[in-house]
């Protein structure tokens, strides 16, 4: 699928029109700042402007709406990238060529731009029962975070191993934190997010450039940032001794995380291979974990590997029995030698390629995943093609693999014990 870029006020816009889809997608992106300061009142925000508007200020009435746009889906979503928030407003619709209403888009778009523009603030603050109940949600929505375990540990582990970084930060924030925030704070930062933010728009359907155009300048909105974020961490950080702790806890498994160092980011010449290496070292059924750990020597009921190339980690977590600890961490470090001496199996590295390939083919089965495609290329200042990701991962030898092994590096072990 090929996009045009055009700009609206200074903002870019990227259209592809195809119609390989029966829905309408649009994405509104603002890129701010993320930070320990700002995540909880960011997560608590972005929660409210998901609850209601000025004009459909109640939930009902916002469900209404949607269902009178012949089932339409809305949502605002937030995630963090290093130190840069990613925050969108998503509409998508069935596509107006499909239905006898010639009006839905007219309506749609307004519907969006109340999402964004208008949202339920009076004299200066939110809602206050609104505000509340939302808080009360978020509250719970952190606390239950104890009650996953797997979700639990990984978070733990990472606290440990980068206690005075960004990549410690939670994107739901901390209960401490919200307990500060008032109504009053949350305009404030909406106000500056809406001021001050990097913006991008994204459409994805059967829609003609000119359509688009009309409905987007009624937005009345202007840039606010040049695009100077940090997206991806440079940081390095040398591991001289390997932190490791255990937790006590009333659990059916014990769960093991261990943290890596990497030296490799979404801008590293190595990115895809890394993904390879990473599908090829813990990354599934056919992983080389899974095979020795699992299946081989029964020490684990799963474990899993996954780069997370924003705060260039990998994390190793397993679900065990605490009996089989010492066997598990010093296996995962064995089977990590090997790759880096070069021992390596050419069948799957040619697997892994296949199977990342196909997940790279699937991106323009699904719009938001095209979406989110084009936003890294945005946010990258690239022009990527699925075709240019395919081919590096293709490229992908075993001499890569190796050299990726070697920028790798064990920095924590957490274990959260049944005993």
Avoid: W
């Avoid at 000119?210 to 409905?215: A, G, L, Q, V």
């Avoid at 202007?222 to 961490?233: A, K, T």
């Avoid at 702790?245 to 059916?252: A, C, D, R, T, V």
């Avoid at 946010?379 to 293709?394: M, Q, W």
Wanted: with cysteine; aromatic share 12%.
């Amino acid at each position: 699928m090929e996009s045009q870029k055009f700009f609206i006020n200074d903002i870019p816009v990227f259209l592809t029109k195809t119609d390989k889809f029966k829905t309408i997608n649009i994405q509104f992106v603002f890129l701010y700042d993320f930070s320990k300061e700002l995540a909880t009142k960011l997560s608590l925000l972005i929660r409210l402007l998901n609850s209601s508007t000025k004009l459909y200020n109640t939930k009902k009435k916002l469900v209404n709406k949607l269902y009178d746009l012949y089932d339409a889906s809305i949502g605002v979503s937030f995630s963090p990238s290093y130190k840069t928030s990613i925050i969108s407003f998503e509409l998508e619709i069935v596509n107006e060529k499909n239905i006898s209403d010639k009006s839905l888009y007219d309506e749609s778009f307004a519907f969006l731009k109340e999402i964004i523009l208008n949202p339920n603030i009076i004299d200066n603050h939110f809602s206050e029962k609104e505000f509340l109940e939302e808080k009360r949600k978020l509250k719970e929505a952190i606390l239950k975070i104890y009650n996953n375990k797997n979700r639990y540990a990984i978070r733990k582990m990472i606290k440990l191993m980068c206690a005075d970084e960004v990549a410690s930060v939670s994107f739901l924030g901390e209960i401490d934190d919200l307990e500060k925030i008032t109504s009053y704070d949350l305009v404030s930062l909406y106000n500056d997010l809406m001021h001050n933010s990097n913006i991008s728009i994204y459409v994805v359907g059967d829609i003609e450039k000119t359509n688009i155009e009309k409905h987007l300048k009624s937005f009345n909105l202007f840039q606010g940032r040049e695009l100077v974020f940090e997206f991806d961490s440079e940081e390095k950080h040398p591991v001289n001794k390997i932190k490791e702790e255990k937790e006590i806890q009333s659990l059916n498994q014990s769960i093991l995380c261990m943290g890596f160092r990497t030296d490799f980011n979404a801008n590293h010449p190595l990115f895809y291979s890394s993904l390879v290496f990473c599908e090829m070292f813990g990354g599934g059924y056919t992983s080389d974990l899974f095979r020795i750990v699992r299946e081989e020597n029964s020490f684990a009921y799963n474990i899993v590997a996954q780069m997370i190339s924003d705060i260039k980690l990998m994390i190793v977590d397993a679900g065990i029995d605490s009996k089989n600890y010492d066997n598990v961490k010093k296996m995962v470090v064995e089977v990590l030698k090997e790759y880096q001496k070069g021992n390596i199996d050419s069948d799957l590295l040619e697997v892994s390629k296949t199977s990342l390939i196909n997940e790279t083919l699937e991106i323009e089965d699904e719009p938001k995943a095209y979406i989110s495609f084009m936003l890294k290329n945005y946010i990258l200042k690239k022009y990527i093609t699925i075709n240019d990701i395919i081919e590096s991962i293709n490229k992908t030898t075993i001499e890569d693999i190796t050299k990726i092994s070697q920028g790798i590096y064990l920095d924590t072990i957490f274990l959260l014990s049944n005993e």
